[in-house]
């Protein structure tokens, strides 16, 4: 069984520029959720994707969007990179029916972003 | 007020203590109850999940629940260097289509 991987590790960006981070979820999931964790902090929720649409979002600004494709996999994007947009990004993969609760959500290893 | 508090810590315990981790919260529709561990600049893990009011053991572990109270706990019993992490707890009112709401983290440190 493979678990979530997640792609960058690392990235620095500057304000102003945009970014892309990927992830893989764990075989046999079809729900994708993204947090930001800053320092110190725990995970926020940034939003959920399920059988590729947004299936619930947290307080975020529009400038953060998502995609999941057919495979599962999905994508966090952050346009506008502010200072306060540096974090630990954790991709989390789940199951789900639609119609009974999920199993539990499993993490992935995250992207630390650095903003300049 | 905060949806999950948590105590940050930090703790520090001797090797072989019993450890308490704790979650207080206040949004009475939380039926899901996870303790995650997260070791420096990694993903967290899932330890522990339970539903509702109860205790769960799981080896070295338990997980207690009072849902009259709010109040969520971790019990690490005969404690290992290796446990030294930071302990989130995290709790949701549906598993699915629904969001995890995590406490900061408490920060365990077990002294061999």
């Known amino acids: 069984e493979t678990g979530v991987t997640q792609s960058p590790t690392h990235l620095i960006k500057t304000r102003g520029q945009q970014v892309t981070l990927r992830c893989s979820s764990q075989s046999g999931h079809n729900t994708v959720s993204w947090y930001q964790q800053a320092l110190g902090q725990g995970p926020q929720f940034i939003f959920q994707?399920?059988?590729?649409?947004?299936?619930g979002r947290g307080n975020f600004p529009p400038r953060f969007s998502g995609l999941q494709f057919p495979n599962y996999s999905s994508e966090l994007n952050v346009n506008a990179l502010e200072l306060d947009d540096s974090a630990l990004y954790l991709c989390a993969s789940s199951w789900a029916s639609g119609s009974s609760p999920t199993d539990t959500q499993y993490f992935g290893p995250g992207t630390r972003l650095t903003v300049l | 007020q905060k949806e999950v508090e948590q105590d940050p810590g930090p703790l520090s315990v001797p090797e072989g203590a019993i450890v308490s981790l704790n979650c207080t919260y206040s949004n009475s529709a939380f039926q899901y109850f996870m303790w995650y561990r997260q070791y420096s600049r990694k993903g967290p893990e899932l330890l522990m999940y339970t539903y509702s009011s109860g205790n769960k053991e799981d080896g070295r572990f338990t997980a207690q629940v009072d849902k009259s109270s709010k109040y969520i706990s971790l019990f690490i019993r005969d404690s290992q260097p290796s446990d030294s992490a930071t302990y989130l707890c995290?709790?949701?009112?549906?598993?699915?289509?629904?969001?995890?709401?995590f406490g900061t983290g408490t920060s365990l440190t077990v002294i061999p």
């Open positions: 994707y399920y059988r590729e649409e947004e299936n």
């Open positions: 995290a709790m949701s009112a549906f598993l699915s289509g629904n969001q995890f709401y």
